[in-house]
């Protein structure tokens, strides 16, 4: 065989990060070790993986076609390995989420994988729809549990479970006691929204389609405790899933508020990237994934 697999670690992550450098560091190799890896595998092929832009590396057209391969023969000398040293553990899962997922409902997830898996290594990565969807992308986490509907074209989206948007107030405030709300009053509130790129953002601005330009958003934050903190605090009106608002509601620290005539509902999704080798790991993750109530 003309290539290691020491060569592809190398190339795969400088493809990850863009630089000889980063994937050093990554990899807690040299530069010099790096680039002599790199190298050595272009000239024994006689191709180039990467087009050099400065001091950035960015996948030729052929780097881009042999990377997803590169990834699935990496996944698989893992799964080797592990059965040469008669281990029958599923080895590392990396999973993305974005916040109401993965502050509310991974950990349990995470919490029964390892119990019924001993050995399983997961890692979690928390950040917006936008930020997972790019990773899932670029091989930088196995599998993305989304809020928001992404459209890629080496993502593979599917529904996972419903969820559904509420608007809410201080328990204080002049809307609380209110039936429910028409776009008058809508349009009279100040608002505490996500920041966009979030799916929570993206459900929030298509419930209020038409009215959208018309709101007062004072701030758009990225965290939903902060917009829970700001509604307490009385700067205005929030809306994020009912997820992470159900035990406030319970304790009377915050109210829901009705706006009946418009449509919060919405989906989370499983995202994967189309050319990644699903082993065990992935598999049995996705399995307890699917069976996991909905409710």
Request: hydrophobic share 45%; glycine share 10%; with cysteine.
């Amino acid at each position: 065989m003309r290539y290691s697999l020491r060569q592809l670690e190398v190339f795969l992550a400088v493809a990850r990060v863009g630089s000889v450098s980063g994937a050093g560091e990554a990899l807690a190799m040299s530069q010099s070790a790096v680039s002599g890896a790199l190298g050595d595998l272009e000239r024994q092929f006689g191709l180039q993986l990467f087009d050099r832009i400065g001091k950035r590396l960015r996948l030729s057209e052929l780097g881009q076609s042999v990377r997803a391969q590169a990834e699935g023969v990496l996944d698989r000398a893992s799964e080797l390995e592990a059965a040469f040293e008669g281990r029958a553990d599923v080895g590392r899962l990396r999973i993305g989420a974005t916040l109401t997922i993965g502050n509310h409902l991974v950990a349990p997830l995470m919490a029964r994988f390892m119990r019924e898996h001993d050995g399983a290594e997961l890692t979690l990565a928390v950040a917006n729809t936008e930020e997972i969807a790019r990773r899932v992308a670029n091989f930088e986490i196995d599998v993305g549990l989304v809020e928001g509907e992404i459209q890629h074209p080496d993502l593979e989206v599917t529904s996972w479970r419903d969820d559904e948007l509420v608007v809410f107030c201080a328990p204080g405030h002049r809307y609380a006691k209110k039936r429910a709300l028409t776009d008058a009053d809508l349009r009279a509130a100040k608002w505490i929204v996500r920041e966009r790129g979030s799916g929570t953002r993206q459900t929030f601005d298509r419930a209020m389609h038409g009215l959208i330009a018309e709101l007062d958003i004072v701030l758009a934050l990225e965290h939903t405790e902060a917009i829970r903190g700001a509604v307490v605090a009385g700067l205005g009106l929030g809306c994020v899933s009912r997820i992470a608002l159900q035990e406030a509601f319970d304790h009377g620290t915050l109210a829901p508020c009705r706006v009946p005539h418009r449509d919060f509902r919405r989906e989370f999704y499983l995202l994967l990237n189309k050319h990644k080798y699903r082993g065990r790991g992935l598999a049995l993750w996705l399995a307890l994934c699917r069976e996991a109530p909905s409710g």
